[in-house]
């Protein structure tokens, strides 16, 4: 257990508030839909597995059967990794939900071995960064119109050791790497943070916060590919050698919560915090070039075209 670990003290409620968490069957995502459930949020699990959601959904509802005023779990498959899956998500949420109040990005991968996404991008910057930028545009005329809004994004302090290859995203000309890959796209999660924050300022929208953080080392399904990609025994080695600095799973959530509901921070946007407190990224991560050509980039690799999310019409809720 680290000798320090943020925590998020805020006793705000969330009831009467919708959020959507990815990736939230297992892990610190599981542990914020908790927080959220507690707190009487509705919360829609956007899963790339609806078995494992379940299992997850009546985990908490467990946990919290003798609590008060809890709030609702949804379950909703979305597959981070397909831009389609992606879609018809974001047009379930948007025929169904009048409000999106918090959008939190926490699915990821980490680590894995060489291998594409079903639209043909590199797994790790595909799924982490440009299934998250897809469905953040797709559904930001909603959190427009449910100011006041927040959207999370976790990224992680490997993003100090990654780099953005604008001409080679998906490690064609390259020789692959798992931690390389990882890196860049956990960079990619704070530019686009910041990169957000800054076009609803110049869009003049108010009310809608961007936040992007690193959880801290946890123990969680993340490092699953370790022994593959980088050798046999690897986990458990990284096991011994980082267990002082290793974070519960609870512990784990806190930044993310702290980000989604903590007074303290709802004057703030744009920023990258780590145990509940806003820290500077790398250097590249604060490079205003580098966040506005992976926006551009980003933007035509999910095929949004002229699509524009800041003054797009909030397509209203399916009569």
Same mark, same amino acid.
Not at 89 to 102: A, G, H, T, Y
């Given at each position: 257990?680290?000798?320090?670990?943020?925590?998020?003290?805020?006793?705000?409620?969330?009831?009467?508030?919708?959020?959507?968490?990815?990736?939230? %069957?297992?892990?610190?995502?599981?542990?914020?839909?908790?927080?959220?459930?507690?707190?009487?949020?509705? @919360?829609?699990?956007?899963?790339?597995?609806?078995?494992?959601?379940?299992?997850?959904?009546?985990?908490?509802?467990?946990?919290?059967?003798?609590?008060?005023?809890?709030?609702?779990?949804?379950?909703?498959?979305?597959?981070?990794?397909?831009?389609?899956?992606?879609?018809?998500?974001?047009?379930?949420?948007?025929?169904?939900?009048?409000? @999106?109040?918090?959008?939190?990005?926490?699915?990821?991968?980490?680590?894995?071995?060489?291998?594409?996404?079903?639209?043909?991008?590199?797994?790790?910057?595909?799924? %982490?960064?440009?299934?998250?930028?897809?469905?953040?545009?797709?559904?930001? +005329?909603?959190?427009? %119109?449910?100011?006041?809004?927040?959207?999370?994004?976790?990224?992680?302090?490997?993003?100090?050791?990654?780099?953005?290859?604008?001409?080679?995203?998906?490690?064609?000309?390259? %020789?692959?790497?798992?931690?390389?890959?990882?890196?860049?796209?956990?960079?990619?999660?704070?530019?686009?943070?910041?990169?957000? *924050?800054?076009?609803?300022?110049?869009?003049?929208?108010?009310?809608?916060?961007?936040?992007?953080?690193? +959880?801290?080392?946890?123990?969680?399904?993340?490092?699953?590919?370790?022994?593959?990609?980088?050798?046999?025994? *690897?986990?458990?080695?990284?096991?011994?050698?980082?267990?002082?600095?290793?974070?519960?799973?609870?512990?784990? *959530?806190?930044?993310?919560?702290?980000?989604?509901?903590?007074?303290k921070c709802a004057g703030e946007t744009g920023l990258y915090y780590s145990d509940c407190t806003p820290i500077n990224p790398c250097s590249k991560a604060l490079n205003d070039e580098y966040a506005e050509k992976l926006w551009q980039k980003s933007v035509e690799l999910v095929g949004l075209g002229d699509y524009n999310p800041f003054t797009a019409q909030d397509?209203?809720?399916?009569?």
């Amino acid at each position: 257990m680290p000798l320090f670990s943020g925590r998020c003290y805020s006793q705000a409620k969330l009831i009467g508030k919708t959020a959507i968490i990815t990736g939230c %069957n297992t892990g610190i995502g599981k542990e914020t839909a908790l927080d959220f459930f507690k707190r009487g949020a509705k @919360v829609i699990m956007a899963c790339r597995s609806k078995e494992r959601a379940e299992e997850a959904k009546k985990s908490i509802e467990s946990i919290c059967k003798d609590l008060p005023n809890t709030g609702s779990l949804v379950i909703e498959e979305c597959d981070l990794s397909s831009l389609q899956s992606i879609r018809d998500f974001s047009k379930k949420i948007l025929d169904r939900e009048p409000e @999106v109040n918090i959008l939190v990005n926490n699915a990821g991968v980490m680590w894995c071995p060489k291998s594409e996404t079903k639209d043909g991008f590199e797994t790790q910057f595909g799924t %982490n960064h440009l299934g998250h930028f897809l469905l953040t545009m797709l559904l930001l +005329p909603r959190i427009r %119109n449910s100011t006041p809004a927040r959207i999370v994004i976790v990224s992680s302090r490997a993003h100090t050791s990654g780099d953005i290859y604008f001409d080679d995203f998906n490690f064609e000309k390259r %020789n692959y790497s798992p931690h390389y890959a990882y890196a860049q796209s956990k960079l990619a999660n704070v530019l686009f943070s910041r990169e957000l *924050a800054k076009k609803l300022k110049a869009n003049n929208i108010e009310g809608v916060n961007t936040y992007s953080l690193h +959880p801290g080392v946890i123990k969680t399904e993340l490092g699953r590919h370790l022994d593959k990609t980088v050798f046999s025994g *690897a986990r458990k080695l990284f096991g011994i050698v980082f267990g002082p600095f290793v974070k519960s799973v609870e512990l784990g *959530a806190q930044t993310t919560i702290y980000c989604a509901v903590d007074e303290k921070c709802a004057g703030e946007t744009g920023l990258y915090y780590s145990d509940c407190t806003p820290i500077n990224p790398c250097s590249k991560a604060l490079n205003d070039e580098y966040a506005e050509k992976l926006w551009q980039k980003s933007v035509e690799l999910v095929g949004l075209g002229d699509y524009n999310p800041f003054t797009a019409q909030d397509p209203g809720l399916a009569k």
